[in-house]
């Protein structure tokens, strides 16, 4: 594996680390940084795990998240200190720094190594030691190589396993999405010998939501899913109100996007979301319809071909027009018997 020996000898005595993942942070982001955090802490390392906001209630049970150092939590000098204290950096889960948000330039302007491990697509990675593929279906798939090359199998442990399987999981919709390879298998199964509980992670991830959240898919389904025919377009549009009548957390309107997308006949869906910071626009597709960089193009994101998603910091009302007219004027696109 091309870099992996400059890594090993970056890792052979201890060193202060940093670990970095991406705003709003998934199954994979985490389990995969926390997996990391761990692995180096069996190695004599002295490590802190960052995100520049929260993760998800449904992922707490994974090892190490509880010390997480949340930047959005007004701990701005915490992480700067940390960051500026680190020796190597590793950014987990993103390709770009833009996706570590305010983070960025503190992270940009450090001494430390920058080491990336990720499997989005990008035009311009950074880092010094960059470990990068876009054919892993998850990160938590590249970094489990990553774990072989070194050389430290043994070292993975049942807790490190289940972050790691569950950021599989998640990134391949349960192993169902077209990034599932025979490889992802194989890994999964290197998991769950060394100890990964696939019902538990499951349990955890799919099998805890809050009541509300279930009520509010039941909601959003109803009233909130525009399904457009004659594009094979489904899309939900969610307010601000809608937060806050369901009293929503984040990652509850996580897999939403999906129900659109199953709707018979769609091949592109999307969730159009009023948060604070912006309209955030979801982006989902089946087969050759490339939402990645139509989420580029028009809503300053990125992702993979079939899961992207950007920001737009017009209007609700000005946001859905510009994804109407980008339904429209990909049309060929999403019928080609128009
Ligand atoms: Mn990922």
């Known amino acids: 594996m091309k870099n992996i020996a400059a890594l090993q000898a970056l890792l052979s005595s201890p060193k202060s680390i940093a670990i970095v993942m991406h705003q709003r942070p998934d199954a994979d982001a985490l389990g995969s940084g926390l997996a990391l955090a ?10 802190r795990v960052i995100a520049p906001s929260v993760y998800p209630a449904y ?4 090892v190490g998240a509880a010390e997480i150092t949340i930047y959005a939590h007004g701990r701005h000098e915490q992480v700067a200190a940390v960051l500026n204290h680190a020796e190597i950096i590793f950014c987990v889960d993103f390709p770009t720094l833009d996706r570590i948000d305010e983070m960025a330039p503190m992270v940009a302007q450090t001494t430390a190594t920058k080491v990336v491990i990720d499997h989005h697509p990008t035009a311009d990675s950074f880092g010094d030691l960059v470990f990068h593929n876009t054919q892993a279906a998850a990160t938590a798939e590249l970094l489990y190589e990553m774990i072989i090359a070194l050389g430290l199998q043994s070292s993975i442990d049942a807790a490190m396993a289940d972050c790691l399987y569950a950021g599989l999981m998640t990134d391949t ?16 199964a290197q998991l769950m010998a060394h100890g990964a509980d696939v019902a538990q992670v499951n349990r955890q ?10 009520k509010f898919l039941g ?10 025919e004659a594009y094979h377009t489904a899309y939900f549009v969610i307010k601000a109100e809608d937060y806050e009548q369901y009293q929503l957390q984040t990652g ?13 006949g769609i091949v592109f869906a999307a969730i159009i979301k009023e948060t604070k910071e912006g309209i955030r626009i979801s982006l989902r597709s089946v087969g050759d319809v490339p939402v990645n960089i139509w989420a580029q ?12 998603g950007g920001i737009s910091y017009l209007s609700l009302e ?8 980008l339904v429209k004027a990909k049309q060929e696109i999403l019928n080609p018997h128009l």
């Open 38 to 47: 761990a692995l180096l802490k069996q190695q004599q390392h002295q490590v």
């Open 252 to 264: 509850d309107t996580e897999g939403l996007v999906d129900y659109a997308l199953s709707v018979q």
């Open 173 to 188: 919709g349960s192993f169902k999405h077209p990034n599932t390879t025979a490889q992802t298998h194989r890994v999964a």
């Open 205 to 214: 991830v799919y099998g805890s939501k809050a009541l509300n959240s279930l």
């Open 318 to 325: 000005e946001t859905i027009v510009q994804f109407e007219d």
């Open 59 to 62: 992922l707490s049970w994974m």
């Open 219 to 228: 909601f959003a389904l109803c009233h909130r899913l525009v399904v457009y």
């Open 297 to 308: 193009e028009h809503f300053g994101g990125g992702g993979h071909k079939n899961a992207a």
